[in-house]
């Protein structure tokens, strides 16, 4: 039983592997020149231009393709100094940033100025529900523009 098992689950394998292997043929497509083969990536649309040297079939990217993947390269590594200098700057960020804040006499001094808003901003506050419960309803509220 388990020898079917087992020989069932190498048998589903095999065919995935060898479906796999289909479409990777089925994947380039190669056509003869007089100068040696054109191979056609089917996928992206990559050509290479191959030629036999010592029996052995040896492909590179077409011109033009080749001069686009230098240009992408390029402005890559241009990115990338860039990043990496940046990333030297804000790592060599001036520590004293954090350093700068305020001093304890600063604080009080600003945290005292808040208070007395405040204090003076309740009292505006609290003179007018003063003056709304003095008002009786027979009477107009006075014009507060």
């Known amino acids: 039983m388990r020898k079917t098992i087992a020989a069932t ?3 589903i394998v095999l ?3 060898s479906g796999a292997m289909a479409q990777d043929a089925e994947r380039f497509r ?3 020149t007089e100068e040696g083969y054109v191979r056609m990536d089917t996928r992206t649309g990559s050509m290479s231009i191959c030629r036999e040297r010592s029996g052995q079939l040896v492909c590179s990217p077409a011109a033009d ?3 686009a993947y230098e240009e992408d390269i390029t402005a890559l590594q241009d990115r990338l100094d860039a990043l990496e200098e940046r990333l030297a700057a804000l790592e060599n960020a001036n520590p004293q940033a954090a350093s700068e804040l305020p001093s304890e006499e600063e604080f009080e001094q600003t945290l005292g100025l808040m208070e007395r808003f405040f204090r003076r901003f309740m009292g505006i506050v609290k003179d007018f529900e003063e003056e709304e419960t003095t008002t009786t309803p027979n009477t107009p509220a006075p014009d507060r523009t």
């Open 9 to 11: 689950g190498a048998l």
């Open 65 to 67: 393709e080749r001069t």
């Open 30 to 32: 190669l056509e003869r």
């Open 15 to 17: 065919s995935m592997t």
